[in-house]
C-alpha cells in the first residue's frame, strides 16, 4: 500500500521545546517537501529536497530543520526559535523530474501541532 | 514573485447542479497547474495535473482547463453531491523551480 504517512497526528509542545516531526514514503520519489498550513492562508513552504543528503530552504524556513539520511524520510524539526510554531504541517513527495511539467506533488495526512 | 488567487473564497451549492471554481496566477511562466482537495483536519488529496502545454484534464466529474496566456484555471464539476464538499486549493509549479505556489482555496459546501 503506497503512500505518504505522517507522524504524529496530533503533537503538543511547551514552549522552549524542540520537537520532531517524521515523514516516510513508499513511493519512491526523489523529492520531498514541508509545507505549514495556517487558517485562512495558503500553504507556505519551508523546505524541500530533491534528492539524499541535499536540501534547500523555503520561504518561510526560519526556526525549522530537516534532514535527508534516507530517500524514504525526511523528518523536520521545529526548533525553540520559532516563534510561532502552532501549525498544521503537511508533508509531500514528487518523482523530481527536474523541469518537467509532469511532476505532481504527492502528500501525507498531516501533524496538528500546538504549543502550550 | 508569482501569485495564485481563487474566487469566491466559499460557495454554497445545492445538490445537482454543476459549478466552476477559478483560479488565477501572474506569472504564465509555469510548469504545471494542479487542483487538489482538502478535507477538515485531513491532507490534501491531488485530483487533476494540467501541464504546461495541456488545455484541460478530465476525471469523472471534474474538468479543469488552463489558459497560460490569461492565467487563469477553472475547475468544473458536474452534477455536484454533498460528497464534494470540501476546499479545493490550487497551485502552480513555477518555470526554474520545483516549487508549489498556493491559493488560499475555495470552500466548497453542496446542500442535499
Known amino acids: 500500500d503506497g503512500g505518504i504517512t505522517q507522524s504524529p497526528k496530533y503533537l503538543f509542545r511547551k514552549e522552549g521545546q524542540n520537537v520532531t516531526l517524521s515523514c516516510e514514503q513508499n513511493?519512491?520519489?526523489?523529492?520531498m517537501y514541508w509545507y505549514r498550513q495556517d487558517p485562512g492562508q495558503g500553504l507556505r513552504l519551508i523546505y524541500y529536497?530533491?534528492?539524499?543528503?541535499?536540501?534547500q530552504k523555503g520561504d518561510i524556513a526560519e526556526g525549522y530543520s530537516v534532514s535527508r539520511e534516507k530517500k524514504e524520510s525526511f523528518p523536520l524539526t521545529v526548533t525553540s526559535a520559532q516563534k510561532n510554531p502552532t501549525a498544521f504541517y503537511l508533508c509531500?513527495?514528487?518523482?523530481?523530474?527536474?523541469?518537467?511539467?509532469?511532476?505532481?506533488?504527492?502528500f501525507g495526512p498531516g501533524t496538528r501541532l500546538t504549543v502550550l | 514573485k508569482q501569485e495564485v488567487t481563487q474566487i469566491p473564497a466559499a460557495l454554497s451549492v445545492p445538490e445537482g447542479e454543476n459549478l466552476v471554481l477559478n483560479c488565477s496566477f501572474t506569472d504564465s511562466a509555469i510548469y504545471n497547474l494542479q487542483w487538489f482537495r482538502q478535507d477538515p483536519g485531513k491532507g490534501l488529496t491531488s485530483l487533476l495535473l494540467i501541464q504546461s502545454s495541456q488545455r484541460e484534464q478530465t476525471s469523472g466529474r471534474l474538468n479543469a482547463s488552463l489558459d497560460k496566456s490569461s492565467g487563469r484555471s477553472t475547475l468544473y464539476i458536474a452534477a455536484s453531491q454533498p460528497g464534494d464538499s470540501a476546499t479545493y486549493l490550487c497551485a502552480v509549479t513555477q518555470g526554474g523551480s520545483e516549487k508549489l505556489v498556493f491559493g488560499k482555496g475555495t470552500k466548497l459546501t453542496v446542500n442535499p
Open positions: 513511493l519512491n520519489h526523489d523529492a
Open positions: 509531500a513527495s514528487s518523482i523530481n523530474a527536474l523541469g518537467s511539467s509532469y511532476n505532481e506533488q504527492f
Open positions: 529536497s530533491q534528492i539524499v543528503n541535499d536540501f
